[in-house]
T-cell receptor
Framework: LAKTTQPISMDSYEGQEVNITCSHN???????ITWYQQFPSQGPRFIIQ???TKVTNEVASLFIPADRKSSTLSLPRVSLSDTAVYYC???????????FGQGTELSVKP | ETGVTQTPRHLVMGMTNKKSLKCEQH?????MYWYKQSAKKPLELMFV???????ENNSVPSRFSPECPNSSHLFLHLHTLQPEDSALYLC?????????????FGSGTRLTVV
């Protein structure tokens, strides 16, 4: 399973754009990149998933360069309610399971 | 609600007690999972069930006993637990255990062992 590395914590202010970068140097051809969000005392919630280039949904954007060895989750104009832990995961399309790392603890301040 | 419901939300039990955690999903998923999350630690995968059969047990102590009577329900039976077993226990489901895609998590059971 590809290992991921992301910052342990980040601080931001309301209204700012937040970019969280994750490195996954050993990503395999069939692996997808998936991000989850977890609030305290709740289960993780799926945010976004991509394979290459750029993916955008109503919550976030995911940027993946051509070599796929890293990815960046972009949260536009964060609010206090975006304070959470964000997990970057590399998930196999086949024969795998969801394995979590430490995640990035994002703190949004007023 | 995410589609995966866990009960109870909070549980306090003594080390000699026996209790059970319940997870229910009506998403039509075929795979269900138990994860443990201790304070300030990553989620740890405990058990994987696919079509009601246990397909993975990640070296979990026998004081944790899972049960999957059908594809919609998953239980975690607890007995003679230790204080270090206090954690958030999360249930998840997915369409297929053979891929890491499409997991839905419940809100978890906060377990405190005294």
């Amino acid at each position: 399973l590809a290992k991921t590395t992301q910052p342990i914590s980040m601080d931001s202010y309301e209204g700012q754009e937040v970019n969280i970068t994750c490195s996954h140097n050993n990503i395999a051809t069939n692996d997808y990149i998936t991000w989850y969000q977890q609030f305290p005392s709740q289960g993780p919630r799926f945010i976004i998933q991509g394979y290459k280039t750029k993916v955008t949904n109503e919550v976030a954007s995911l940027f993946i360069p051509a070599d796929r060895k890293s990815s960046t989750l972009s949260l536009p104009r964060v609010s206090l309610s975006d304070t959470a832990v964000y997990y970057c995961l590399v998930v196999p399309n086949q024969g795998g399971k969801l394995i979590f790392g430490q995640g990035t603890e994002l703190s949004v301040k007023p | 609600e995410t589609g995966v419901t866990q009960t109870p939300r909070h549980l306090v039990m003594g080390m000699t007690n026996k209790k059970s955690l319940k997870c229910e999903q009506h998403l039509g998923h075929n795979a269900m999972y138990w994860y443990k999350q201790s304070a300030k630690k990553p989620l740890e995968l405990m058990f994987v069930y696919s079509l009601e059969e246990r397909v993975e047990n990640n070296s979990v102590p026998s004081r944790f006993s899972p049960e999957c009577p059908n594809s919609s329900h998953l239980f975690l039976h607890l007995h003679t637990l230790q204080p270090e077993d206090s954690a958030l226990y999360l249930c998840a489901s997915s369409q297929d255990s053979g891929t890491g895609l499409g997991y839905t998590f419940g809100s978890g059971t906060r377990l405190t062992v005294v």
